[in-house]
Structures are given as structure tokens and as C-alpha cells.
T-cell receptor
Framework: QKEVEQNSGPLSVPEGAIASLNCTYSDRVSQSFFWYRQYSGKSPELIMSIYSNGDKEDGRFTAQLNKASQYVSLLIRDSQPSDSATYLCAVNSGGSYIPTFGRGTSLIVHP | DTAVSQTPKYLVTQMGNDKSIKCEQNLGHDTMYWYKQDSKKFLKIMFSYNNKELIINETVPNRFSPKSPDKAHLNLHINSLELGDSAVYFC??????????????FGPGTRLTVL
């Protein structure tokens, strides 16, 4: 059974710090990796997608993928209180229409 | 313009009733999904439709049935509602094929409360 593991948190960081969110997955043939952000009472929205090993940067967000170690992480630089949300990791294997979601990590950025 | 819309946003009903939730997407995607998110925020896939065909059906009770009149719509019918059905239900769509799936676009969610 495909599994995606995340620390549920909460992860608490001060404003301006780097927040590091981690995700591990069990299916070695996974090909697509996504980070979604979900504010309380709202729907998930895509933050980053990554498909190959290494880093991918978009503004204050950096996704890191290591397929050999089967983990994907999300770094948020210069964290802001508005970044406080639950971050969901999703992993998809080739040949499947269905991504597997982790349980999410709650991030709290305090002023 | 709303990409993925759901109605109603809130649904409060009694045990044993039958209810429906509607979903529409205007993104031209060929795959739509229904997810259930419980109080612990775990997002669980329920159904997926690709080109009007059910392509996966997770082990959900047969009281739940998806209906897709066309590629842009995927409705969820629930019969004989139970207390444990209380959750937030999200519709989503993506451009997917047999080789991969792309970003999921979620609707605003329907908060179902069964009394």
C-alpha cells in the first residue's frame, strides 16, 4: 500500500525564520510530487510541484526531492504569519490517476 | 470565474436522509475526483472519474454513488446518511492520463453535518 508520511506538527517558527517541512513516501516508482497549502476552513491549493531530483525554487518557496532516499521537503524562507496553514504533501506514481496525500503538517508562524 | 464550484457549501441534515452534492469545473479537465476530509484533516480519495468512466472506486460504502452527466460535472449522491458521514467533501479536477496526473484543483468544499 502506498504511504505518504508527514509530521503532523504543529511546527512553530518565528516570523522571518526558515520553515522546513518534510515528507517521506513508500512507493519507489513515484514520479510526481506536490505541496499543497490549506488554510483553516478553505480548500487545498498548489504551492509547488516537482518531478526530478534536486531543488526547485519559486519565490520564498523551495521544494527539494531526493528519490534515492524517498523524501521531498518544502522550505519556506522569511516565514510570515500569513504562511500559517496546513501543508499537504501529495505523491503520484506513473500509471495512476490518484495522488496519495499525507496527513499534513500544521505550520504556525508567530510574530 | 470559479474554476471548480460545489453546491451547497453547507449541508445540515438528519440521519437516514438522502442528499446530493453537485460539482462543476470549467477548466476543460478530463478527470474529476471526490475527497472526504475528516476532523483530523486527512484527505481521503473516494472516487475518480475520467472521461465519464469510473476509473477507481475506493472502499467507500455503497451508500455513496458518483454521477457524471458530462465531463464537466461530477455529482455525489449519499443515501441513508449516518453520523459518521459528517465531514467536509471536496471535489477536484485535474488533467490526467494513464501515465501521470497533474495538479489537482479543488472546489471550495461542502461541509456536511449529519444530526
Amino acid at each position: 500500500q502506498k504511504e505518504v508520511e508527514q509530521n503532523s506538527g504543529p511546527l512553530s517558527v518565528p516570523e522571518g525564520a526558515i520553515a522546513s517541512l518534510n515528507c517521506t513516501y513508500s512507493d519507489r516508482v513515484s514520479q510526481s510530487f506536490f505541496w499543497y497549502r490549506q488554510y483553516s476552513g478553505k480548500s487545498p491549493e498548489l504551492i509547488m510541484s516537482i518531478y526530478s531530483n534536486g531543488d526547485k525554487e519559486d519565490g520564498r518557496f523551495t521544494a527539494q526531492l531526493n528519490k534515492a532516499s524517498q523524501y521531498v521537503s518544502l522550505l519556506i524562507r522569511d516565514s510570515q504569519p500569513s504562511d500559517s496553514a496546513t501543508y499537504l504533501c501529495a505523491v503520484n506514481s506513473g500509471g495512476s490517476y490518484i495522488p496519495t496525500f499525507g496527513r499534513g503538517t500544521s505550520l504556525i508562524v508567530h510574530p | 470565474d470559479t474554476a471548480v464550484s460545489q453546491t451547497p457549501k453547507y449541508l445540515v441534515t438528519q440521519m437516514g436522509n438522502d442528499k446530493s452534492i453537485k460539482c462543476e469545473q470549467n477548466l476543460g479537465h478530463d478527470t474529476m475526483y471526490w475527497y472526504k476530509q475528516d476532523s483530523k484533516k486527512f484527505l481521503k480519495i473516494m472516487f475518480s472519474y475520467n472521461n465519464k468512466e469510473l476509473i477507481i472506486n475506493e472502499t467507500v460504502p455503497n451508500r455513496f454513488s458518483p454521477k457524471s452527466p458530462d465531463k464537466a460535472h461530477l455529482n455525489l449522491h449519499i443515501n441513508s446518511l449516518e453520523l459518521g458521514d459528517s465531514a467536509v467533501y471536496f471535489c477536484a479536477s485535474s488533467q490526467a492520463n494513464a501515465l501521470s496526473t497533474d495538479t489537482q484543483y479543488f472546489g471550495p468544499g461542502t461541509r456536511l453535518t449529519v444530526l
